[in-house]
């Protein structure tokens, strides 16, 4: 697992290197300034032939005095290159200081008046960039991770940027955006500040590691390209902070492939799976989930339907088994069998009165107190959100796995705060805090859906799994996909994986299915080709 930081982690990780003496901050910002113009000539190989024009910004703190390192290297390979100050040169970091009086041995600075633009220096900074046709790349160096409010006093510079940036077709034709650290105005949340101002960067080239907003939000929109500047010492329990992990990023491969390969024994030494269907013409979204358990791995998996629906599923099933479940007291005698470890249930189940009580009888009866491990979605998460004692009944048996809408019908308080503007005071509230806050308070592991999935534990574990750049599965957006990923969950489950493991491993597994296949997936095909994965992992 790849650790996502926050901004205080890595300052703290800096100030070790720098305390320890082995590196002084001037350094750092050298390295991370040559670092910038590496992954710049990488991501762009034919800026490298020749020598181009290039538009740094740069901005009152540190990340400035990084920008003024790229000017230089820039400079000293031929390039033609304009710097604006947003800031008081007097006023900036003693080692950003000193990067600006090197630059200024070879260069000139345009200041921007700070804190306002004026309609001068707009006409200066449009015409720079955009009035010469050969500028092939704008840098942003004007605020890095430790920003922590809306970005205000630049909408003229971002009224220059965006109409280019999101507008035009021909994006040759205007310069390459490239961020240093994080697009300035993203907060900490992976969100823009009030209003969405904020950059959208073609290329972020951060250090070290990613940050907690590289996976968030807007942060998740470009590519973000780390580089190494010699912290790898400095990664020692005393001299990170105590606060637990921002989340992480999973690259699962082989322990994936050891813990989902199947060794010799008996079907049930898999699990047993029950999925809980609705009634009649609601059924398929239980059996795409009761096909992705089994070709996950589980040794049975049985379809619990009420008597209406029952002859609509045999007609439909082969591998599965089948199990009438007409209504909670025939569950109960159902649940008899102590070899069904594992259950699924929302999709397609309904929210009348029958559906109900099924929740409630999974839920623990008249006791409701969850006694065996279970995945909700769908229905029976917006049937959670409709009683108290219902969310009291959870506990880290159950996973819940909600899309945006049902979040916020569980937990609305907290979705409130995440969708409410940034304003910069108190700390940032970000899709993986959101989370973790709602596994905490409903005793659960929590999957929030999304391209950027978040999943949380109640002791306050967190994972973030995306679906974008490099793991981009556009087809995902298609109806069932949800229905097969909680069938992966329960199957998992079945076969004795813990909650929060089952969750992060059925989430990554889902993506790579959805990208094996490619365009024109619709749910149905997700369980029939994880077994190429799985194949693919050596499992």
Known sequence: MTDLLTAAQMRKLEHAAIESGAVTGLELMERAGVGVVEAMLDEWPELAMVAHRAVVLCGPGNNGGDGFVVARVLKERGWDVEV?????????????????????DIGSVHSFGFPTITDRDEEAFRGATFGKSRTKVLIDALFGIGLNRPLRGLEPVLGCIEPQINFWENRWDWPHLVSIDVPSGLSETGRLGAGNQGFVADLTVTFHAKKKMHALDHGASGKVVVKDIGLDPFILPDKLPPEAPAGSVGTPRRAFAAALAKRSGHKFDHGHALVLSGGPGRTGAARLAARGALRIGAGLVTLGVPPSAQMEVAAQITALMLTRVADAKALEAVFEDARINAVCLGPGLGLGDHAASIVDAVLGGGHLRLTRRVVFDADALTLIATKPSRMAALNENAVLTPHGGEFARLFPDVAERLTAPTTGKGPAYSKVAATRDAAVRSGAVVLFKGSQ????????????????????????????????????????????????VAAQ?????????????GPGLIAEDLPEVLPQVLRDLGA
């Open 453 to 500: 999935t978040v999943i949380a534990h109640p002791d306050g574990r967190a994972a973030r799994h995306t679906a974008q750049h490099e793991r981009a599965a556009p087809w995902l957006a298609t109806a069932g996909a949800g229905d097969v990923l909680s069938g992966f969950i329960a199957g998992l489950l079945a076969r004795g994986f813990d909650p929060f």
């Open 505 to 517: 491993t059925a989430t990554w597994l889902h993506v790579e299915c959805a990208r094996t296949f």
């Open 84 to 104: 604006f100050l947003y800031g008081d040169p007097d006023t900036l970091p003693p080692d950003a200081k000193k990067n600006h009086r090197r630059w200024l």
